[in-house]
């Protein structure tokens, strides 16, 4: 068994898109694999191939294959400890405890705070 982890950062997302940045994540953990598998299963409608690989995008991947709902686990807990660690460095957003959603309170913060260098400012949730 392999996986590896691919993450787009904010300055991607504002600079490609979140198309283009999560295909980049994607490619990211691909390539950095290492047992080439035979066939991969992406959640979404991307339509993108991997070479090397058969690959199937599927909508609502995760209520479907156990392979694709334990990936999005693991990419919840991922994103939840970089969350942690931005709470570190900008505590004032309460990253720790929100993760990043636009919940009242993230907005307040915002609001107050402005942007922090990590917020996506292509994102407009004000």
Same mark, same amino acid.
């Given at each position: 068994?392999?996986?590896?982890?691919?993450?787009?950062?904010?300055?991607?997302?504002?600079?490609?898109?979140?198309?283009? /940045? *999560?295909?980049? $994540?994607?490619? #990211? =953990?691909?390539?950095?694999? +290492?047992?080439?598998?035979?066939?991969?299963?992406?959640?979404?409608?991307?339509?993108?191939?991997?070479?090397?690989?058969?690959?199937?995008?599927?909508?609502?991947?995760? /209520? *479907?294959?156990? $392979?694709?709902? #334990? =990936?999005?686990?693991?990419? +919840?807990?991922?994103?939840?400890?970089?969350?942690?660690?931005?709470?570190?460095?900008?505590?004032?957003?309460?990253?720790?405890?929100?993760?990043?959603?636009?919940?009242?309170?993230?907005?307040? $913060?915002?609001?107050?705070?402005?942007?922090?260098?990590?917020?996506?400012?292509?994102?407009?949730?004000?």
């Amino acid at each position: 068994m392999d996986y590896s982890i691919g993450v787009a950062g904010s300055r991607r997302i504002d600079r490609e898109g979140v198309t283009k /940045a *999560t295909v980049y $994540a994607i490619q #990211s =953990a691909y390539r950095k694999l +290492k047992i080439q598998p035979n066939l991969v299963i992406i959640d979404g409608k991307l339509g993108i191939k991997l070479q090397g690989s058969d690959t199937i995008c599927m909508v609502k991947g995760d /209520a *479907t294959s156990f $392979a694709v709902a #334990s =990936a999005s686990i693991v990419a +919840k807990v991922v994103r939840d400890r970089i969350m942690r660690k931005y709470h570190k460095v900008y505590p004032v957003y309460n990253f720790a405890k929100h993760k990043g959603y636009p919940t009242r309170e993230h907005k307040l $913060a915002v609001l107050e705070y402005g942007y922090s260098p990590v917020h996506r400012k292509s994102y407009r949730f004000l």
